[in-house]
């Protein structure tokens, strides 16, 4: 009983599952256990542009027609562009969730007199989004039966649909919109094109590329930046975490958001570019890449097979029913909780329930805490145990009457078990925690060196346990050599505590750092041992005689030095 380090199970367990609660206390929802180990290990985080690094608040900041751009002010808009935003509404939902659509409806109900929003038209046909289609496509019937389709999508998608129409070269025009959109977006805004046709007859094409579109003009919409997103950008940044931003958006407004956030300025990677290289290729495109834009969802499921090829350890986060094939090929997929589908949510490993990119940050950094607290932890149980063996065997070796009965054995555990679970997850996160690069998530929990290190630090306490209840057994009786012996394991245990609680830090820096629990396990402790030595009837169940104070102090002395020594020493090389 006294070899068997039967607590480590308990400690895998606990662990986590504390870990567990305390993350959804940062509104992070832990739906795989094994994620929050691996959270301290991410090196590569692909994070969403719209909704994570930015607010997910859209609203319509410009209209771009007749050649010119027309910034939307409280007053109402000009005359000349109610056509342009007349379509727009058409080509937008009514109700539903997407911001995009909100906003335009929105400016539309504050600028367009009811008749030319068209209540009395009917929705008879929609062309969805898709990654093959980056535009949304409705055909209305008018009260008169002719059908008009609206537009409003990717500036490419659209203008690309769009024909010659009376003689003007609309090949012109859309290359004149494309750069406007160009231009516009490097301000970080996101720009949609318009466009709108009539159908001939009463029906309509297979296909919305196959619609002759005339182009209205552009809409420019502004999602603002969340505001703590640079410094969270910086903290990734020191912890050794790339940030990687995947977006739909268009290039030069993926370039200026990241410019905004603090991301590394990198030649960006587009789906389209993305299509055109084999696996190889974009192993070594990926080496520096931090802005990915017109990334199709089903897209990024190559991007992170391409980092986890390279060695990294890949953090994704998604909210789409298409997100779920990379959220589930990510060594820690992160679901949106408010915006995010079911399917998103099952095939991830986290959830963020306020959808906010601070909450992934604060998450790595207790995935590194718990870590790190698992090691001092396993430390302070192999170390621990390792002494109570010795002192089980060592008597029977040496001819000598046993120190350690069963109730002996009983008491250690009683300390041992709430401080290798409570005392130590209760730790807070070392004050470098999050300025030093990622660990290896393939590395084994303890290296045979770290091993090496930690037997050779329990063997002081061993030690010193020996030569205490060896002298006792000399120069006092039996009853009293056992319990000068016993209380030295005791407070050899206490300093263990102590020692592996200020791993990689200073030991008098470790006491000022608050922890509850620690105090609490050790005045229990204290007071237990008390107990066993000067309740008459306790003493007597574990074979105690009284100790005069002096041979307390003297065995507290003796098994705080054959922990620290020992630490010291090792510490120094």
């Given at each position: 009983m006294s070899m068997l380090p039967e607590e480590l199970a308990i400690v895998m367990t606990v662990f986590p599952a504390i870990g567990a609660w305390r993350l959804s206390r940062q509104q992070v929802l832990v739906r795989r256990l094994p994620a929050i180990e691996t959270l301290g290990a991410i090196s590569v985080l692909c994070v969403d542009k719209t909704g994570t690094l930015t607010a997910n608040r859209m609203d319509v900041v410009a209209l771009y027609a007749h050649g010119a751009r027309h910034p939307v002010l409280d007053e109402p808009l000009p005359a000349t562009l109610a056509p342009l935003l007349e379509t727009a509404v058409l080509a937008s939902t009514m109700t539903g969730p997407d911001p995009i659509d909100r906003a335009v409806q929105r400016l539309g109900a504050a600028n367009l007199p009811l008749a030319q929003r068209h209540p009395d038209w009917s929705l008879v046909h929609e062309y969805g989004v898709s990654?093959?289609?980056?535009?949304?496509?409705?055909?209305?019937?008018?009260?008169?039966?002719?059908?008009?389709?609206?537009?409003?999508?990717?500036?490419?998608?659209?203008?690309?649909?769009?024909?010659?129409?009376?003689?003007?070269?609309?090949?012109?025009?859309?290359?004149?919109?494309?750069?406007?959109?160009?231009?516009?977006?490097?301000?970080?805004?996101?720009?949609?094109?318009v466009a709108q046709a009539t159908l001939p007859g009463a029906s309509w094409p297979a296909r919305a590329a196959e619609i002759p579109f005339v182009p209205s003009g552009l809409l420019a919409l502004a999602d603002p930046l969340r505001p703590e997103i640079p410094a969270c950008v910086a903290r990734c940044a020191g912890a050794g975490i790339r940030v990687v931003m995947i977006t739909g958006d268009h290039p030069d407004t993926a370039r200026a958001i990241a410019r905004q956030a603090g991301l590394a300025d990198t030649p960006v990677l587009t789906g389209a570019t993305l299509d055109a290289l084999d696996d190889t290729a974009l192993d070594a495109r990926i080496g520096a890449?931090?802005?990915?834009?017109?990334?199709?969802?089903?897209?990024?499921?190559?991007?992170?097979?391409?980092?986890?090829?390279?060695?990294?350890?890949?953090?994704?986060?998604?909210?789409?029913?298409?997100d779920?094939?990379?959220?589930?090929?990510?060594?820690?997929?992160?679901?949106?909780?408010?915006?995010?589908?079911?399917?998103?949510?099952?095939?991830?490993?986290?959830?963020?329930?306020?959808?906010?990119f601070a909450s992934i940050v604060d998450a790595i950094g207790a995935g590194r805490r718990?870590?790190?607290?698992?090691?001092?932890?396993?430390?302070?149980?192999?170390?621990?145990?390792?002494?109570?063996?010795?002192?089980?065997?060592?008597p029977i070796l040496a001819g000598w009457p046993s120190l350690l009965f069963p109730m002996h054995i009983v008491f250690m555990e009683l300390i041992i078990d709430p401080a290798c679970t409570l005392v130590f997850e209760n730790e807070p996160a070392a004050p470098g925690a999050m300025l030093r690069p990622p660990r290896d998530a393939q590395a084994p929990l303890f290296s045979p060196s770290a091993l090496a290190r930690t037997l050779a630090m329990s063997l002081g306490p061993l030690l010193g346990v020996a030569l205490a209840y060896g002298w006792a057994l000399g120069a006092l009786a039996p009853a009293q050599a056992r319990a000068f012996g016993f209380t030295t394991l005791v407070f050899a245990n206490l300093s263990l505590i102590l020692v592996n609680r200020a791993a990689g830090a200073s030991l008098f820096g470790s006491l000022r750092q608050p922890n509850r629990i620690l105090w609490l396990v050790v005045g229990?402790?204290?007071?237990?041992?008390?107990?066993?030595?000067?309740?008459?009837?306790?003493?007597?169940?574990?074979?105690?005689?009284?100790?005069?104070?002096?041979?307390?102090?003297?065995?507290g002395v003796i098994g705080l030095a054959g922990a620290l020594l020992p630490a010291l020493l090792l510490r120094r090389h």
């Open positions: 990654a093959q289609q980056r535009a949304l496509v409705q055909v209305w019937r008018r009260p008169d039966g002719i059908l008009i389709a609206a537009a409003k999508g990717a500036p490419e998608t659209v203008l690309g649909w769009c024909t010659l129409d009376a003689g003007v070269d609309d090949a012109n025009v859309s290359a004149g919109l494309l750069a406007a959109a160009s231009s516009m977006a490097q301000d970080g805004l996101r720009m949609l094109a890449l931090s802005i990915c834009a017109r990334i199709a969802p089903t897209q990024k499921l190559r991007l992170v097979q391409a980092f986890a090829r390279g060695g990294a350890t890949v953090g994704m986060t998604g909210d789409g029913v298409n779920a094939p990379a959220l589930k090929a990510a060594h820690v997929g992160i679901a949106m909780g408010g915006r995010g589908t079911d399917v998103a949510r099952e095939a991830a490993a986290l959830v963020l329930l306020d959808d906010r718990i870590h790190d607290n698992l090691r001092k932890s396993i430390r302070y149980v192999i170390s621990m145990h390792a002494p109570i063996a010795g002192m089980a065997i060592l229990a402790a204290l007071g237990l041992l008390a107990l066993a030595l000067y309740v008459p009837w306790l003493a007597a169940v574990f074979q105690f005689a009284v100790l005069a104070p002096a041979l307390v102090a003297g065995a």
